[in-house]
DNA sequence: TTCCATGTTCCGCA
DNA sequence: TTGCGGAACATGGA
């Protein structure tokens, strides 16, 4: 389920569990997954090295190998990380790190949009992708933010949207920014005020920041956030109409049609 | 069985 | 030329 708060936990679990330890060898049951890279390849990058750091931009991670390039991870739609020792091999695992002492972090990925690659410097990826701000960096200005959705046409969902305007919101953030905002999906950035933007660009900080701490000790949502009520019918938790869902930016949208205007 | 899915990229059109 | 909207991708789970 990754979306920038999703991937920072991924990110928290590499830290906590992978770092340190030598890796013994590089399995890759379904060579799909690889972006770019071959599975021998990626074999001698990491093989007798150690993981060393870690680096999130958005949705992206980024893992140190000391003395070599950086893993890169994209978890896609279904992308998951597993650090087990022995013991049954994860389902849908698509690379495997086994480290000494029978210990092993398997990427799994079901459905196949996620990638694994090596990347030789996170900034020269950043930049090339011309990915957006990570909204928890500190470069992450409300003046830049403003200048960012200034630059662009068309519905408020659709531009949150876009990895080059912001990085790392996706489809459930983004309806639970415009939720908490009182903005509606479909409003146009144009129509936009700049107390609104400036509004959004503190409810990004704060929405992403609540689901990380959550996600971090194992609670659910607050009550008060829309994803905790994604059904259309739903009361909305703020001012009890139903929950409206159409389809915005290509995507299912779930908003309350009484106070986002 | 049928529908839906938290992402990204590519194509066609304006 | 640039940018936007929608389809395509691959597959499991409800």
């Known amino acids: 389920m990754p979306e920038l708060p999703e991937v920072e936990i991924?990110?928290?679990?590499?830290?906590?569990?992978?770092?340190?330890?030598?890796?013994?060898?590089?399995?890759?049951?379904?060579?799909?997954?690889?972006?770019?890279?071959?599975?021998?390849?990626?074999?001698?990058a990491l093989r007798g090295r150690r993981l060393v750091s870690t680096r999130r931009h958005g949705k992206h991670l980024f893992v140190q190998v000391e003395?070599?390039?950086?893993?890169?991870?994209?978890?896609?739609?279904?992308?998951?990380?597993h650090y087990?020792?022995?013991g049954e091999t994860p389902r849908f695992s698509k690379v495997i790190l086994d480290f000494t002492r029978n210990r092993h972090l398997?990427?799994?990925d079901a459905r196949l949009f996620g990638a694994v690659s090596l990347v030789h410097e996170p900034e020269e990826f950043i930049a090339r992708k011309r990915l957006g701000a990570d909204p928890l960096d500190e470069t992450f200005k409300p003046a830049l933010f403003r200048d960012a959705l200034r630059a662009?046409?068309?519905?408020?969902?659709?531009?949150?949207?876009?990895?080059?305007?912001?990085?790392?919101?996706?489809?459930?953030?983004?309806?639970?920014?415009?939720?908490?905002?009182?903005?509606h999906p479909l409003r146009p950035i144009a129509k936009l005020t700049d107390a609104e933007i400036a509004s959004l660009h503190r409810t990004i900080k704060r929405v992403l920041n609540v689901v990380?701490?959550?996600?971090?000790?194992?609670?659910?949502?607050?009550?008060?956030?829309?994803?905790?009520?994604?059904?259309?019918?739903?009361?909305?938790?703020k001012c009890g109409a139903p929950i409206l869902r159409a389809v915005i930016a290509g995507r299912t949208t779930y908003y309350c049609d009484a106070h986002q205007r």
């Not at 590499?14 to 390849?41: F, M, N, S, W, Y």
């Not at 519905?155 to 990895?163: G, N, P, Y």
């Not at 990380?212 to 938790?237: K, M, Q, V």
């Open 212 to 237: 990380i701490e959550r996600n971090e000790s194992n609670r659910d949502l607050p009550r008060s956030f829309l994803t905790t009520h994604r059904a259309e019918g739903e009361s909305c938790p």
């Open 106 to 108: 398997a990427f799994e």
């Open 152 to 183: 662009r046409r068309g519905a408020i969902k659709a531009v949150l949207m876009s990895q080059l305007v912001v990085a790392g919101l996706g489809n459930l953030y983004v309806d639970e920014t415009l939720y908490q905002t009182s903005i």
């Open 10 to 44: 991924y990110r928290r679990y590499v830290e906590k569990h992978a770092l340190r330890q030598r890796i013994e060898r590089v399995r890759v049951p379904d060579r799909r997954i690889l972006r770019g890279v071959t599975a021998p390849a990626l074999d001698r």
């Open 84 to 86: 087990y020792s022995d």
């Open 67 to 81: 003395r070599s390039e950086w893993l890169y991870l994209h978890f896609g739609m279904t992308g998951d990380l």
